[in-house]
Every structure is written in C-alpha cells, then in structure tokens.
C-alpha cells in the first residue's frame, strides 16, 4: 500500500525512472515484457508511459495486440 504522504508526483515520477532505466538497458520492449523485468504492476507501467510520453521521452514503435490486450512496443527516444 501507498503511504499517504507519498504525492503523485513522486510516485508516478519514481516509477517513470524505473522504466525509463528499463528501456534503456533493454531497448524496445512491451508493456507485457516491461511488467516482468521491473516487477511492477501494469497500471504504474502505463502510468509511468504516459508520464514519460509527456515528457517527449518514448514513442510507440508497434501498437500490438495480445488475446485482445492492448500491448504496444514502446522504446526511448534519441
């Protein structure tokens, strides 16, 4: 559980660096795949995507789909 003390800001912000490190070491990955390397759960992923979409930062390279899942490959930007 969250701490009630922890703002958006710094929670979202967190997890953005950890993907952000993610794509980095790895390079294009999956939603799917980025869930299993950063152990996170999948709506702080996508949380963390669009905070660093925001920022400029990725850009979607497939729009895939899985069973139906929206699954995109996603990967830094230069």
Do not use: Q, Y
């Amino acid at each position: 559980m969250v701490s009630p003390e922890v703002s958006p800001e710094e929670l979202f912000g967190t997890k953005a660096g950890d993907v952000w490190r993610t794509l980095h070491d790895a390079g294009s990955m999956s939603v799917d795949d980025i869930a299993r390397k950063t152990k996170l759960p999948e709506p702080l992923i996508w949380a963390a995507l669009g905070w660093l979409g925001r920022e400029g930062k990725l850009r979607i390279v497939n729009i895939g789909r899985k069973r139906r899942k929206f699954n995109p490959i996603v990967e830094l930007v230069d």
